[in-house]
């Protein structure tokens, strides 16, 4: 069964230091995804990406953050200065298409910034 | 008022226990509904899309009541592998594509 898979599944860094998550979405989906899960609360939206670029965005998807297809598999959510606050669980998803289909989550980057 | 509500539970049930879970959503222009299911530091996996008629898959049933804005799963003859905590989610429509997640209810299936 086709998956997303992220890596690394772990990532430990200092404050101040940029950090990139990797994913990489099933093969036929057009769409995709970041949400991100702090310990403890509910999964929220990051951003949306279609045809190579940002469709939608929350208003937690700052300066800071950016996103990028940077080949015909991977697409990467990059955090320029890491900040405590961002500890976070990080999804990527894809989906077919945008509305009225399921989307699919990798198994999730843990960022731990101390 | 929350965009998608839940009771965070946690609901303890016996196995062989029938429950019901129950999502209210505060965008009347939401497009689509699913539950997913979410185990202890582990990514949503999707449990079930939810369709205006109901649907059901083997022993779950999700049910849509657009004019109350409100959405149920129901799990019969429950495992102790449903342990989990179920999450309902909306796509809130109006041209976007983001999911918008409720906070999930806890389910702990005892033996």
């Known amino acids: 069964e086709p998956e997303v898979t992220q890596t690394p599944s772990h990532q430990v860094t200092q404050m101040g230091q940029e950090v990139i998550l990797r994913c990489v979405p099933i093969s036929n989906h057009l769409y995709f995804y970041w949400y991100r899960q702090i310990l403890g609360q509910k999964v929220e939206f990051l951003v949306s990406?279609?045809?190579?670029?940002?469709?939608?965005k929350s208003e937690i998807f700052d300066d800071q953050f950016s996103v990028e297809r940077p080949d015909g598999s991977n697409f990467t959510l990059k955090i320029r200065s890491t900040k405590l606050e961002d500890s976070a669980m990080y999804f990527c998803?894809?989906?077919?298409?945008?509305?009225?289909?399921?989307?699919?989550f990798g198994q999730g980057t843990r960022l731990t910034v101390v | 008022r929350k965009e998608v509500e839940q009771d965070p539970g946690p609901f303890n049930v016996p196995e062989g226990a029938t429950v019901a879970f129950n999502c209210t959503y505060s965008?009347?222009?939401?497009?689509?509904f699913f539950w997913y299911r979410q185990d202890c530091r582990k990514e949503p996996k999707l449990l079930m899309s939810v369709y205006s008629s109901g649907n059901e898959d083997g022993r779950f049933t999700a049910q849509l009541n657009r004019a109350s804005q409100y959405i149920s799963l129901l799990i019969r003859d429950s495992k102790l592998s449903d342990s989990a905590t179920y999450l309902c989610v909306v796509n809130m429509g109006t041209g976007r594509r983001a999911l918008t997640f409720g906070s999930g209810t806890r389910l702990q299936v005892q033996p």
């Open positions: 998803a894809s989906s077919v298409s945008g509305r009225n289909t399921e989307a699919f």
């Open positions: 965008n009347s222009a939401s497009q689509s």
């Open positions: 990406f279609y045809n190579n670029e940002i469709s939608e």
